[in-house]
C-alpha cells in the first residue's frame, strides 16, 4: 500500500533553514504528482508547494522565493527546502502524493495519500 514518511523538522530561530524528507513506497513514484501542505490548529491544511508528474511546481505566495520543492525518482523522496524561515512558518507539515486532478494543486480533496507529518517550529 501507499505509504508516505515525512521527516526533517526541528525547532529553529527566524532566518534559519530547514530541509523536510518525504519517503515515498507503494506507487511508482516517478509517475505522479506530490506536496507540501502545513496545518496549524484550529486551521485548515494549506498547500506549500506541489511538484506535479510533468515536473511543474506550484507555491504559496506567502513561501515563494524562501521555499524550494524537489524530489529524487532513484530515492522515491520528495523535498522541501525551507530557507528564511519566519514564525508563520511554524505549522505541522504534511506529504501528500497522488493527485487526483480536478482541481487546484492545493485543494485538499484533490491529494490521494498522507504522511504522518512532521512539525516545524520557528521562534522570534
Known amino acids: 500500500q501507499v505509504q508516505l514518511v515525512e521527516s526533517g523538522g526541528g525547532s529553529v530561530q527566524a532566518g534559519g533553514s530547514l530541509r523536510l524528507s518525504c519517503v515515498a513506497s507503494?506507487?511508482?513514484?516517478?509517475?505522479?504528482?506530490m506536496g507540501w501542505f502545513r496545518q496549524t490548529p484550529g486551521k485548515e491544511r494549506e498547500g506549500v508547494a506541489a511538484i506535479m508528474a510533468d515536473g511543474m511546481t506550484h507555491y504559496a505566495d506567502s513561501v515563494k522565493g524562501r521555499f524550494t520543492i524537489s524530489k529524487d525518482n532513484a530515492k522515491s523522496t520528495l523535498y522541501l527546502q525551507m530557507n528564511n524561515l519566519k514564525p508563520e512558518d511554524t505549522a505541522m507539515y504534511y506529504c501528500?502524493?497522488?493527485?487526483?486532478?480536478?482541481?487546484?494543486?492545493?485543494?485538499?480533496?484533490?491529494?490521494?495519500?498522507w504522511g504522518q507529518g512532521t512539525q516545524v517550529t520557528v521562534s522570534s
Open positions: 507503494g506507487y511508482p513514484f516517478s509517475s505522479y504528482s
Open positions: 501528500a502524493a497522488l493527485w487526483k486532478g480536478g482541481g487546484a494543486w492545493n485543494d485538499r480533496p484533490s491529494w490521494g495519500y
